[in-house]
Protein backbone atom coordinates (compact mmCIF):
# COMPACT_ATOMS: atom_id res chain seq x y z
CA UNK A 1 0.00 0.00 0.00
CA UNK A 2 1.33 3.53 -0.89
CA UNK A 3 0.68 6.52 1.37
CA UNK A 4 2.15 10.35 1.83
CA UNK A 5 3.20 11.74 4.85
CA UNK A 6 3.09 15.84 5.40
CA UNK A 7 4.84 17.78 7.72
CA UNK A 8 3.11 18.79 10.87
CA UNK A 9 0.46 17.61 12.58
CA UNK A 10 -3.18 16.98 10.08
CA UNK A 11 -5.67 19.91 10.64
CA UNK A 12 -9.67 19.39 9.83
CA UNK A 13 -10.48 21.72 6.71
CA UNK A 14 -11.99 25.04 8.01
CA UNK A 15 -15.31 26.25 6.93
CA UNK A 16 -18.97 25.03 7.47
CA UNK A 17 -19.57 21.41 7.81
CA UNK A 18 -22.69 19.10 8.63
CA UNK A 19 -20.87 16.99 11.97
CA UNK A 20 -22.35 14.89 14.43
CA UNK A 21 -21.58 14.79 17.89
CA UNK A 22 -19.79 11.00 18.56
CA UNK A 23 -18.58 11.52 22.14
CA UNK A 24 -18.93 13.49 25.11
CA UNK A 25 -16.80 13.28 28.55
CA UNK A 26 -15.93 15.39 31.40
CA UNK A 27 -12.10 15.47 32.01
CA UNK A 28 -11.35 16.90 35.33
CA UNK A 29 -8.63 19.07 37.32
CA UNK A 30 -7.86 20.03 33.78
CA UNK A 31 -4.47 23.10 33.59
CA UNK A 32 -6.52 26.44 32.30
CA UNK A 33 -5.97 30.00 32.47
CA UNK A 34 -8.84 32.58 33.37
CA UNK A 35 -8.05 36.47 33.65
CA UNK A 36 -3.96 35.97 33.16
CA UNK A 37 -4.52 33.40 35.77
CA UNK A 38 -3.86 29.71 35.65
CA UNK A 39 -6.03 27.45 37.37
CA UNK A 40 -7.74 23.62 37.47
CA UNK A 41 -11.23 23.57 35.86
CA UNK A 42 -13.29 19.95 34.74
CA UNK A 43 -13.71 20.80 31.26
CA UNK A 44 -16.64 19.34 28.94
CA UNK A 45 -14.95 17.53 25.72
CA UNK A 46 -17.00 16.88 22.64
CA UNK A 47 -15.74 15.24 19.42
CA UNK A 48 -17.18 16.28 16.28
CA UNK A 49 -17.01 13.84 12.93
CA UNK A 50 -17.81 15.30 10.07
CA UNK A 51 -17.58 13.87 6.18
CA UNK A 52 -14.12 15.03 6.04
CA UNK A 53 -12.73 14.14 9.49
CA UNK A 54 -13.22 14.65 13.60
CA UNK A 55 -12.02 17.37 16.16
CA UNK A 56 -12.57 17.70 19.69
CA UNK A 57 -13.30 21.12 21.51
CA UNK A 58 -13.07 21.36 25.03
CA UNK A 59 -15.75 23.77 26.79
CA UNK A 60 -16.01 25.24 30.52
CA UNK A 61 -19.03 23.31 31.99
CA UNK A 62 -21.29 25.94 32.08
CA UNK A 63 -24.72 26.08 30.43
CA UNK A 64 -25.89 30.05 29.66
CA UNK A 65 -26.90 31.75 26.87
CA UNK A 66 -23.69 33.29 26.37
CA UNK A 67 -21.71 30.17 26.62
CA UNK A 68 -19.85 28.30 24.61
CA UNK A 69 -21.18 25.07 26.14
CA UNK A 70 -24.90 26.73 25.81
CA UNK A 71 -24.57 27.36 22.44
CA UNK A 72 -23.98 23.65 21.27
CA UNK A 73 -26.97 22.27 23.30
CA UNK A 74 -29.16 25.56 22.08
CA UNK A 75 -28.39 24.27 18.37
CA UNK A 76 -29.43 20.07 18.98
CA UNK A 77 -32.30 20.67 21.32
CA UNK A 78 -34.59 23.23 19.98
CA UNK A 79 -33.11 26.64 21.02
CA UNK A 80 -33.34 25.26 24.43
CA UNK A 81 -31.81 24.69 27.14
CA UNK A 82 -32.55 22.21 29.82
CA UNK A 83 -32.34 23.39 33.71
CA UNK A 84 -30.60 19.89 34.30
CA UNK A 85 -28.88 17.11 31.67
CA UNK A 86 -28.70 13.86 33.52
CA UNK A 87 -27.41 11.89 31.18
CA UNK A 88 -24.78 13.84 29.07
CA UNK A 89 -23.84 11.03 26.91
CA UNK A 90 -27.50 10.17 25.76
CA UNK A 91 -28.29 14.01 25.45
CA UNK A 92 -25.24 14.75 22.92
CA UNK A 93 -24.26 11.76 21.25
CA UNK A 94 -25.41 10.63 17.86
CA UNK A 95 -26.78 14.52 16.91
CA UNK A 96 -26.29 16.28 14.24
CA UNK A 97 -25.27 20.07 14.37
CA UNK A 98 -23.73 22.46 12.21
CA UNK A 99 -20.08 23.68 12.95
CA UNK A 100 -17.78 26.17 11.35
CA UNK A 101 -14.27 25.48 11.65
CA UNK A 102 -11.29 27.98 12.11
CA UNK A 103 -7.62 27.83 12.13
CA UNK A 104 -5.67 29.70 15.33
CA UNK A 105 -1.77 29.63 15.88
CA UNK A 106 -0.93 29.26 19.64
CA UNK A 107 0.93 32.53 20.92
CA UNK A 108 3.12 30.14 23.17
CA UNK A 109 4.50 27.40 20.75
CA UNK A 110 3.89 28.22 17.37
CA UNK A 111 1.22 25.25 16.25
CA UNK A 112 -1.60 25.80 14.35
CA UNK A 113 -5.23 24.19 15.74
CA UNK A 114 -8.54 23.68 14.06
CA UNK A 115 -10.92 24.57 16.87
CA UNK A 116 -14.52 24.63 16.59
CA UNK A 117 -15.11 28.66 16.42
CA UNK A 118 -19.09 28.53 15.48
CA UNK A 119 -21.90 26.03 16.06
CA UNK A 120 -25.70 26.45 14.70
CA UNK A 121 -28.75 24.26 14.21
CA UNK A 122 -29.14 22.32 10.66
CA UNK A 123 -32.52 22.68 10.41
CA UNK A 124 -32.18 26.70 10.97
CA UNK A 125 -29.35 26.40 7.82
CA UNK A 126 -31.62 24.50 5.78
CA UNK A 127 -34.43 27.60 6.17
CA UNK A 128 -31.65 30.25 5.07
CA UNK A 129 -30.72 28.81 1.87
CA UNK A 130 -34.50 28.32 0.80
CA UNK A 131 -34.83 31.69 2.04
CA UNK A 132 -32.26 32.33 -0.31
CA UNK A 133 -33.13 30.63 -3.27
CA UNK A 134 -36.56 32.27 -3.21
CA UNK A 135 -35.11 35.49 -2.90
CA UNK A 136 -32.61 34.27 -5.93
CA UNK A 137 -35.91 33.08 -8.13
CA UNK A 138 -37.64 36.74 -6.98
CA UNK A 139 -34.91 38.65 -8.82
CA UNK A 140 -34.82 36.36 -11.44
CA UNK A 141 -38.20 37.17 -12.62
CA UNK A 142 -37.45 40.94 -12.21
CA UNK A 143 -37.22 42.91 -16.04
CA UNK A 144 -34.55 45.30 -14.68
CA UNK A 145 -31.18 44.26 -15.49
CA UNK A 146 -29.40 47.41 -13.55
CA UNK A 147 -26.45 46.16 -12.01
CA UNK A 148 -26.98 47.82 -8.58
CA UNK A 149 -22.64 48.16 -7.85
CA UNK A 150 -23.10 50.08 -4.79
CA UNK A 151 -24.70 46.95 -3.37
CA UNK A 152 -22.55 45.99 -0.28
CA UNK A 153 -21.22 43.10 0.41
CA UNK A 154 -20.80 41.52 3.82
CA UNK A 155 -17.27 41.08 5.55
CA UNK A 156 -16.47 38.30 7.84
CA UNK A 157 -15.44 39.12 11.20
CA UNK A 158 -12.02 39.22 12.39
CA UNK A 159 -13.19 38.62 15.77
CA UNK A 160 -12.26 34.70 16.54
CA UNK A 161 -12.96 35.05 20.29
CA UNK A 162 -14.88 32.85 21.42
CA UNK A 163 -18.04 34.30 24.16
CA UNK A 164 -15.95 33.22 26.86
CA UNK A 165 -12.54 34.49 25.42
CA UNK A 166 -10.40 31.95 26.50
CA UNK A 167 -6.93 31.76 26.38
CA UNK A 168 -4.97 30.31 22.99
CA UNK A 169 -3.46 27.75 24.58
CA UNK A 170 -7.26 26.35 26.15
CA UNK A 171 -8.47 26.62 22.80
CA UNK A 172 -6.08 24.32 21.10
CA UNK A 173 -7.32 20.90 20.08
CA UNK A 174 -4.43 19.15 20.76
CA UNK A 175 -3.93 15.97 18.98
CA UNK A 176 -2.63 13.83 22.55
CA UNK A 177 -4.12 15.69 25.46
CA UNK A 178 -3.34 14.42 28.65
CA UNK A 179 -6.42 13.12 29.61
CA UNK A 180 -7.12 12.57 33.27
CA UNK A 181 -9.38 9.94 34.32
CA UNK A 182 -12.90 10.68 32.71
CA UNK A 183 -16.17 11.44 34.36
CA UNK A 184 -18.65 9.57 32.78
CA UNK A 185 -21.81 10.08 35.28
CA UNK A 186 -22.32 13.14 35.92
CA UNK A 187 -25.29 15.93 36.13
CA UNK A 188 -24.98 18.85 34.18
CA UNK A 189 -26.95 22.20 35.19
CA UNK A 190 -27.38 25.41 34.07
CA UNK A 191 -25.83 27.39 37.12
CA UNK A 192 -23.31 24.67 38.19
CA UNK A 193 -20.26 26.61 37.80
CA UNK A 194 -18.44 29.58 39.68
CA UNK A 195 -19.53 32.77 38.34
CA UNK A 196 -16.05 34.14 37.81
CA UNK A 197 -15.13 32.07 34.51
CA UNK A 198 -17.97 33.33 32.50
CA UNK A 199 -16.01 36.49 31.79
CA UNK A 200 -12.51 35.52 31.14
CA UNK A 201 -9.68 37.58 29.49
CA UNK A 202 -6.75 36.62 27.61
Same mark, same amino acid.
Given at each position: ???? $???? !?????QGKHDAVIQKVWMEENCDVEV???????? $??? *??????????????????????????????????? *???????????????? *???????????????????????????????????????? $???????????????? *?DEPSDDDESDEELDDDFLEDD?????????????????? !??????????
Amino acid at each position: MTFT $LTKG !YPLHPQGKHDAVIQKVWMEENCDVEVKGKKKQSD $LVM *IEYITELGKLTQRYFPVMEEDTDLGEVVKAINNDE *IPDEINDPEDFFEGKT *IGIVVKHNKSNTSGRTFANVAEVYNLNDDDDEELDQEEVD $LNESDEEDEDLDLDEE *IDEPSDDDESDEELDDDFLEDDPAPKRPKPRRSSNWTSNS !YDDDTDDVTD
